[in-house]
């Protein structure tokens, strides 16, 4: 496991870049970090959660979807659930782009 600092946020995981790609997701658009609800800690996929944790994932439930809990790797901006679900994708502060892909993965983290 390594550990990086973004946006003054220590990020956790297999991570391979210093924007918060990890082994497991690492094209060019993987760049953010999920805050986890059950430890407060950054990762920036479930998989590096599991490797790293003693501890079964926690969902945010849709009423705390106000708290920040994305990272964007490129900038180190902080967003809420629900700025991060708005943004089409695309960081609101450095117009960077995220992975749509990981919409797929969105059961894993959050209440939908």
């Known amino acids: 496991m390594t550990v990086i600092e973004v946006g003054g946020q220590t990020v956790h995981g297999d991570l391979v870049d210093n924007q918060t790609r990890c082994v497991h997701y690492n094209s060019e658009s993987d760049i953010i970090a999920i805050k986890l609800r059950c430890c407060g800690r950054w990762y920036p996929c479930s998989e590096c959660h599991a490797a790293a944790e003693s501890h079964k994932t926690e969902k945010w439930p849709k009423t705390q979807f106000n708290e920040k809990a994305i990272l964007c790797g490129a900038c180190g901006r902080q967003l809420s659930i629900e700025e991060y679900f708005d943004s089409g994708f695309i960081c ?15 059961s894993l983290y959050f209440e939908v």
């Open 92 to 106: 609101p502060s450095c117009a960077s782009q995220f992975n749509p892909g990981c919409a797929g993965h969105y």
